[in-house]
């Protein structure tokens, strides 16, 4: 850990001037309490910091949560080795690619029945909440169980023990994108009738006790939840594909699900703050997590440390070293298929931009994290399933 400023604490070896200055800017924030702890695998974001943990006082910045908003990953332990695989793995990955709906605008075609109380468990809590998600996104329900694009994967992996894991990232998908989006302009719009000028735009902020504040609470809380039950679905599917592939049941002998973009209430410093994680797990003592690395490199099982100075918060990846578009002009798609080696993917150039060279070494985040998380399990993927 380094003080940058007294508001802003810093795990990050790897860390670019620009991204660095944006920190600071959210930082300086009047609201920020009692200061921003930036995460090793910091990067440029929309208006806050990917890889930072704000505590705010009163105040919320849409923008700082982000647009998918309650983004997370799960992982299931299952009973099989690397021996009960097939040495074929193709066949399995096609039949996760079949049962879950992969890219960006992606829909189921029907409501498959594991959805339906989760389905009707968000309609539940729309209705207390007393707002209609299909105003924001009206195909929502047949979003729930599909993955999505960009860094969003599903992948079987094998832990130091040779055990199969069956691990996913998804978030809130076009909903809570929507969602998002609309109450960033609302952000704005108070801010130009307010005539309150800002260091970045992006860091329009909600005041508590207002209308709006308490609307985008309800929504977000919904999106999140929302967020959390996509990735229920969707393991459940992998579940039944891997047991179907196998020709025996799963035995889920571990399940965690967390988030790392989401906002909640916490108590820090002594003072109730509202925190904003964008690109960060919670990391309370002995709390579970999932530290995912690149599609060709490893991911981490951990468990938190509860360190205080940086709000009880851990990385939630490798972060980017290149943008999309910057790993497309740098890299080959030999390249790409020389870090896949040994892993089952689709073998297509629309996955450049996620070449593992495109982010931060994983081994140098974790060893930044060191006093943040303890490693559980170090987990290598055999499959990679990815939405274009």
Known sequence: MQHITDRLLSWASLLEETTEQQARTTAR????????????????GLGATVGSVIPTLGAVMPAAVGVDIGCGMIAVRTQFSAADLPSDLRGLREQIERAI??????????IVATAEPRIAELETMAEAAGFDPAGAH??????????????????????EADRVWLFLHSGSRGVGNKIAQ????????????????????D?????????????????????????????????????????????????EQERINCHHNFTQRETHWGK?????????????????????????TASYVVEGLGNKPSLESSPHGAGRRFSRSAARKTFTHDELRAAMVGIEYRDTDAFLDEIPAAYK??????????????????LRQVVNVKGD
Request: no cysteine.
């Open 182 to 201: 609309r109450h960033i302009r609302v952000a704005k719009q108070l801010m130009r009738r307010w005539w309150i000028e800002l260091a970045d735009p």
């Open 29 to 44: 924030m009047p609201f920020v309490f009692p200061h921003l702890a930036l995460m090793p695998d910091a990067h440029l």
């Open 272 to 296: 109730s703050v509202w925190v904003s994680r964008k690109g960060a797990i919670q990391a309370r003592a002995g709390q579970p997590g999932l530290i995912p690395g690149s599609m060709g």
């Open 101 to 110: 709906p992969l890219s960006a605008g992606a829909s189921n075609r029907k």
């Open 138 to 159: 009206g195909g929502w329900r047949n979003q729930l169980g599909t993955l999505g694009s960009g860094n969003h994967f599903i992948e079987v992996s094998l832990d």
């Open 203 to 251: 860091l329009a902020y909600l005041v508590e006790g207002t209308p709006e504040f308490d609307r985008y609470i309800a929504e977000l809380r919904w999106a999140q939840h929302f967020a959390l039950l996509n990735r229920e679905e969707m393991m459940d599917r992998v579940v039944r594909q891997l047991a179907e592939v196998l020709g025996t049941a799963v035995d």
């Open 361 to 378: 070494d994983i081994d140098q985040v974790m060893a930044d994290a060191a006093d943040l998380v303890r490693v559980r399990h170090t």
